[in-house]
Protein backbone atom coordinates (compact mmCIF):
# COMPACT_ATOMS: atom_id res chain seq x y z
CA UNK A 1 0.00 0.00 0.00
CA UNK A 2 1.20 3.80 -1.07
CA UNK A 3 -0.10 6.88 1.20
CA UNK A 4 1.08 9.97 -0.54
CA UNK A 5 1.34 13.52 0.95
CA UNK A 6 1.32 16.75 -0.31
CA UNK A 7 2.49 20.05 0.84
CA UNK A 8 3.73 23.68 -0.62
CA UNK A 9 0.09 25.22 -1.41
CA UNK A 10 -0.58 28.53 -0.70
CA UNK A 11 -1.84 32.04 -2.29
CA UNK A 12 0.25 34.37 -4.71
CA UNK A 13 -0.52 37.05 -7.31
CA UNK A 14 -0.49 36.53 -11.27
CA UNK A 15 2.88 36.11 -12.18
CA UNK A 16 3.96 34.30 -9.02
CA UNK A 17 5.42 31.02 -8.56
CA UNK A 18 5.24 28.27 -6.11
CA UNK A 19 6.54 24.75 -5.51
CA UNK A 20 4.60 21.74 -4.63
CA UNK A 21 6.06 18.53 -3.18
CA UNK A 22 4.16 15.29 -2.71
CA UNK A 23 6.47 12.26 -0.12
CA UNK A 24 5.02 8.26 -0.90
CA UNK A 25 5.41 6.10 1.80
CA UNK A 26 4.77 2.38 2.05
CA UNK A 27 5.44 0.01 -1.27
CA UNK A 28 6.61 2.85 -3.15
CA UNK A 29 8.61 -0.14 -4.82
CA UNK A 30 5.58 -0.99 -7.03
CA UNK A 31 4.86 2.69 -8.28
CA UNK A 32 5.00 3.09 -11.90
CA UNK A 33 4.72 7.06 -12.26
CA UNK A 34 3.61 9.62 -10.52
CA UNK A 35 1.31 12.38 -11.54
CA UNK A 36 -0.13 16.35 -10.37
CA UNK A 37 -3.59 16.67 -10.93
CA UNK A 38 -5.63 19.74 -10.39
CA UNK A 39 -9.57 20.56 -9.53
CA UNK A 40 -10.39 24.21 -10.40
CA UNK A 41 -14.00 25.45 -8.67
CA UNK A 42 -16.61 23.68 -10.85
CA UNK A 43 -14.53 21.93 -13.29
CA UNK A 44 -13.52 18.29 -13.17
CA UNK A 45 -10.29 17.48 -11.79
CA UNK A 46 -7.54 17.53 -14.76
CA UNK A 47 -3.86 15.99 -15.38
CA UNK A 48 -1.31 18.40 -15.47
CA UNK A 49 2.00 16.71 -15.43
CA UNK A 50 3.42 13.04 -15.36
CA UNK A 51 6.57 11.40 -14.12
CA UNK A 52 7.17 8.12 -14.84
CA UNK A 53 9.81 6.02 -13.48
CA UNK A 54 12.59 5.95 -16.62
CA UNK A 55 12.53 10.25 -15.84
CA UNK A 56 9.85 10.56 -19.19
CA UNK A 57 7.64 13.66 -18.37
CA UNK A 58 4.57 14.73 -19.88
CA UNK A 59 2.78 17.93 -19.30
CA UNK A 60 -0.79 19.71 -19.66
CA UNK A 61 -0.94 21.90 -22.91
CA UNK A 62 -2.30 24.50 -20.66
CA UNK A 63 1.04 24.62 -18.74
CA UNK A 64 3.31 23.33 -20.76
CA UNK A 65 6.59 25.85 -20.46
CA UNK A 66 5.36 27.43 -17.26
CA UNK A 67 5.56 24.07 -14.84
CA UNK A 68 7.92 21.60 -14.14
CA UNK A 69 7.71 18.03 -12.95
CA UNK A 70 10.66 16.26 -10.77
CA UNK A 71 10.70 13.40 -8.36
CA UNK A 72 13.42 11.00 -6.48
CA UNK A 73 14.13 7.97 -8.29
CA UNK A 74 16.54 6.57 -6.17
CA UNK A 75 17.59 2.58 -6.37
CA UNK A 76 14.76 2.46 -9.28
CA UNK A 77 11.91 3.44 -6.68
CA UNK A 78 9.86 6.54 -7.36
CA UNK A 79 9.12 8.30 -3.87
CA UNK A 80 8.59 11.62 -4.17
CA UNK A 81 7.26 14.13 -6.64
CA UNK A 82 7.66 18.00 -6.86
CA UNK A 83 6.09 20.72 -9.33
CA UNK A 84 7.25 23.94 -9.98
CA UNK A 85 4.72 26.14 -11.09
CA UNK A 86 5.90 29.96 -12.35
CA UNK A 87 3.99 32.39 -14.42
CA UNK A 88 0.77 31.39 -12.45
CA UNK A 89 -2.32 32.89 -13.78
CA UNK A 90 -5.78 32.98 -12.28
CA UNK A 91 -7.06 29.93 -14.37
CA UNK A 92 -4.52 27.97 -12.04
CA UNK A 93 -6.42 28.19 -9.18
CA UNK A 94 -7.60 25.04 -7.71
CA UNK A 95 -6.50 21.86 -5.16
CA UNK A 96 -3.57 20.16 -6.83
CA UNK A 97 -3.70 15.97 -6.05
CA UNK A 98 -0.98 14.17 -6.22
CA UNK A 99 -1.33 10.13 -7.43
CA UNK A 100 0.61 7.40 -7.80
CA UNK A 101 0.23 4.92 -11.19
CA UNK A 102 1.79 0.99 -10.91
CA UNK A 103 1.99 0.26 -14.34
CA UNK A 104 5.53 0.19 -15.89
CA UNK A 105 4.70 1.27 -18.90
CA UNK A 106 6.47 4.81 -19.82
CA UNK A 107 4.74 7.82 -20.86
CA UNK A 108 6.84 8.41 -23.39
CA UNK A 109 4.46 4.89 -25.45
CA UNK A 110 1.44 6.65 -23.97
CA UNK A 111 -0.92 9.26 -25.39
CA UNK A 112 -1.75 12.90 -23.69
CA UNK A 113 -4.78 11.68 -23.06
CA UNK A 114 -4.07 8.31 -21.50
CA UNK A 115 -1.15 9.48 -19.41
CA UNK A 116 -3.24 12.27 -17.72
CA UNK A 117 -6.44 10.53 -17.08
CA UNK A 118 -7.33 9.17 -13.86
CA UNK A 119 -7.86 5.73 -14.42
CA UNK A 120 -4.09 5.24 -14.74
CA UNK A 121 -3.57 5.84 -10.98
CA UNK A 122 -5.15 4.24 -7.82
CA UNK A 123 -3.38 6.19 -5.30
CA UNK A 124 -4.34 9.53 -3.95
CA UNK A 125 -3.09 12.11 -1.84
CA UNK A 126 -5.24 14.69 0.10
CA UNK A 127 -4.89 17.59 -1.85
CA UNK A 128 -3.07 20.86 -1.56
CA UNK A 129 -4.77 24.41 -1.97
CA UNK A 130 -3.42 26.99 -4.65
CA UNK A 131 -4.80 30.34 -5.10
CA UNK A 132 -3.66 32.58 -7.81
CA UNK A 133 -5.48 36.01 -7.28
CA UNK A 134 -5.41 38.81 -10.13
Known amino acids: QVILMESGGGSVQTGGSLRLSCEAS????????MAWFRQSPGKEREGVAVLSKDGATLYAESVKGRFTVSGNNTKNTLNSLNLLMSSLQPEDTGMYYC?????????????????????????WGQGTQVTVSS
Open 99 to 123: AAGYSLLSVRLMTAIRALGEKEYRT
Open 26 to 33: GDTYTIGR
